[in-house]
Structure formats: structure tokens, C-alpha cells
């Protein structure tokens, strides 16, 4: 196995840590910036979650460089980054910080494009990940991120940053979704 997917593999490892962080209560006390309280527990969650999506851009960037892309990378890194976004999401409902429909919306289109990736690889094709993806994986993780630290600087001046990211990540995820199936519909059309 090589090392960019190895870097891949470390981030599915974290998803857990994340969870882990993010719902398990410590008594590590917590701080309050512009009226919104985020514990230590959280910030921990958070900390991890943002090493765990540098390295989804860092696994990409060593594979290029050292042209070691292979079919399981270009499989496995979209996967991880689904488990990540899906289980911080989920968190999240779990929490009261987003409303489920929020993470129904997105956790059905990764399942739906996943499903896609699927029947494609029965085709002999795989469908690596777009630009339009990753620009809604970035949007997904910066959301995240600001929710996770309740909405952290931006709530001493009254901004909503985390929701418009959120709101922002919604749409990026539609539009990248429609992208998906729109320029691979062929393979829809040779197994329907």
C-alpha cells in the first residue's frame, strides 16, 4: 500500500475519534466568546476533525506528486471523506447544532453518488472525484468546522457564518450531485 493511502486510512481512523469527542461528555470545562459556549470536549472534536480533512488534501497532493494515483486511491478517498462528513453530520443532529434534513439531504446524495461510483466500477470505470466535489467537500468541512466551535469568532460580531456555509454546503452538494449523474449518465442508461 502506498503512502497516500495510507494518509487515507488514518483519516477513516479519526471518524471514530471525532464521534468520540463530539458526543462522550467530559467535564473539561468550556468558554464562552460572543454568548455561545463550546466545551473542551468540542474544541478536541473539532481540532481532530480539521487534521483529519488536511489530510484529505494532502493524500491527493502525494499521489500526484509521486504518481502513485491508483483505481483503490481514487475509491477510497471519496469514501473516506463520505465517512467523515456523514458521521460529523449525524453528531451534529445528535447534538441540536443542524436540523436532520440538513444531513439527510447531503448523507443521500454521497449514498446516491456512491451508488453511481458502484455501477460504474462494474463497468470497468471509475469515477474519480470532480472539482465540483471537491469544492463541496471544502464547503461541507469549513461548515462543519464553524459549527462544531458554535459559530466561533463569528458569533462576537453577530455573523451567521456557520449557517450560510452551512446553507452554502447544501446547495454545493445538490448542484455537484446533479453534476455527477448528469456527465455520467450513460452509465445509468447501459445498466437500466
Known amino acids: 500500500m502506498n503512502l497516500a493511502n495510507r494518509i487515507t486510512f488514518v483519516r477513516i481512523f479519526l471518524v471514530p475519534v471525532v464521534m468520540f469527542f463530539l458526543l462522550v461528555r467530559f467535564d473539561f470545562g468550556h468558554f464562552t466568546i460572543g454568548g455561545r459556549t463550546t466545551t473542551v470536549t468540542e474544541l478536541v472534536a473539532t481540532l481532530v476533525f480539521i487534521v ?4 484529505d488534501g494532502l493524500d491527493g497532493y502525494i499521489a500526484r506528486k509521486r504518481k502513485i494515483i491508483t483505481n483503490f486511491g481514487k475509491f477510497l478517498d471519496p469514501l473516506a471523506d463520505k465517512l467523515l462528513i456523514m458521521v460529523v453530520l449525524i453528531s451534529l443532529v445528535q447534538m441540536a447544532r443542524i436540523q436532520a434534513w440538513v444531513a439527510i439531504v447531503i448523507i443521500s446524495r454521497e449514498f446516491a453518488v456512491t451508488g453511481l461510483r458502484l455501477v460504474a466500477s ?4 471509475v469515477l474519480a472525484a470532480t472539482k465540483l466535489a471537491k469544492v463541496k467537500t471544502a464547503c ?3 461548515a462543519m468546522i464553524s459549527i462544531m466551535l458554535n459559530n466561533l469568532p463569528f458569533s462576537v460580531i453577530g455573523f451567521p457564518f456557520d449557517e450560510l456555509m452551512l446553507y452554502l454546503a447544501v446547495i454545493v452538494t445538490l448542484v455537484s450531485g446533479a453534476d455527477y449523474f448528469i456527465k455520467n449518465k450513460h452509465v445509468i442508461e447501459l445498466n437500466s
Open 140 to 142: 461541507q468541512i469549513v
Open 122 to 125: 462494474l463497468e470497468g470505470t
Open 52 to 55: 483529519a480533512a488536511v489530510t
